[in-house]
T-cell receptor
Framework: EAQVTQNPRYLITVTGKKLTVTCSQN?????MSWYRQDPGLGLRQIYY???????DKGDVPEGYKVSRKEKRNFPLILESPSPNQTSLYFC????????????FGPGTRLTVL | QQQVKQSPQSLIVQKGGISIINCAYE??????FPWYQQFPGKGPALLIA?????SEKKEGRFTISFNKSAKQFSLHIMDSQPGDSATYFC?????????????FGKGTKLSVKP
């Protein structure tokens, strides 16, 4: 089944404890992206990767890192999480950007205490 | 200039009615305008999309109207059904060089009453 998977789906952690949210797609997509969704703010792009060679910041990259070492995986890294990073995170991928549909993962709900 | 402004924030429509959601943008470099639909507990899914070389695109009960000069676009849902109750996001993308930004509006929560 063609899909975008994220792990974990739910995570409660404490301030400053490094964490990684994994994202994987099995559709051979070039483009991958991370978004965070907060009530009243919609979806905001954190980082995107046009392909394995090009990764760049979105609108809200502060406090996040990403890595695109292979086409299928695009992990999101929070080196020192803070409570303002409590949010619902979505990974997405598409064959190309922007004219192809972005397929979203199921989301990861992160709580930072 | 990177903003996409969406209205209304919430919308209640009777079954069979027309739902209309509006979006406006400033950046004239945007050249792709998708709409995403999100049900509770799920990730967004593409509903319909338009490029600025056409003024309207229709897929079933869903229509995008695009006004390039006004820098506005809207989603019309005809014969709205309770199953259409979801949050809708407009978005805009600028495909230039290595840019890969997709800018979303803040969303509209649609409730269709039976």
């Amino acid at each position: 089944e063609a899909q975008v998977t994220q792990n974990p789906r739910y995570l409660i952690t404490v301030t400053g404890k490094k964490l990684t949210v994994t994202c994987s797609q099995n559709m051979n997509h070039e483009y991958m992206s991370w978004y965070r969704q907060d009530p009243g703010l919609g979806l905001r792009q954190i980082y995107y990767s046009m392909n394995v060679e090009v990764t760049d910041k979105g609108d809200v990259p502060e406090g996040y890192k990403v890595s695109r070492k292979e086409k299928r995986n695009f992990p999101l890294i929070l080196e020192s999480p803070s409570p303002n990073q409590t949010s619902l995170y979505f990974c997405a991928s598409s064959l190309r950007f922007p004219y192809n549909e972005q397929f979203f993962g199921p989301g990861t709900r992160l709580t930072v205490l | 200039q990177q903003q996409v402004k969406q209205s209304p924030q919430s919308l209640i429509v009777q079954k069979g009615g027309i739902s209309i959601i509006n979006c406006a943008y400033e950046n004239t470099a945007f050249d792709y305008f998708p709409w995403y639909q999100q049900f509770p507990g799920k990730g967004p899914a593409l509903l319909i999309a338009i490029r600025p070389d056409v003024s309207e695109k229709k897929e079933g009960r869903f229509t995008i109207s695009f006004n390039k000069s006004a820098k506005q676009f809207s989603l019309h849902i005809m014969d709205s059904q309770p199953g259409d109750s979801a949050t809708y996001f407009c978005a805009a993308a600028n495909y230039g060089g290595s840019q890969g930004n997709l800018i979303f509006g803040k969303g509209t929560k649609l409730s269709v009453k039976p």
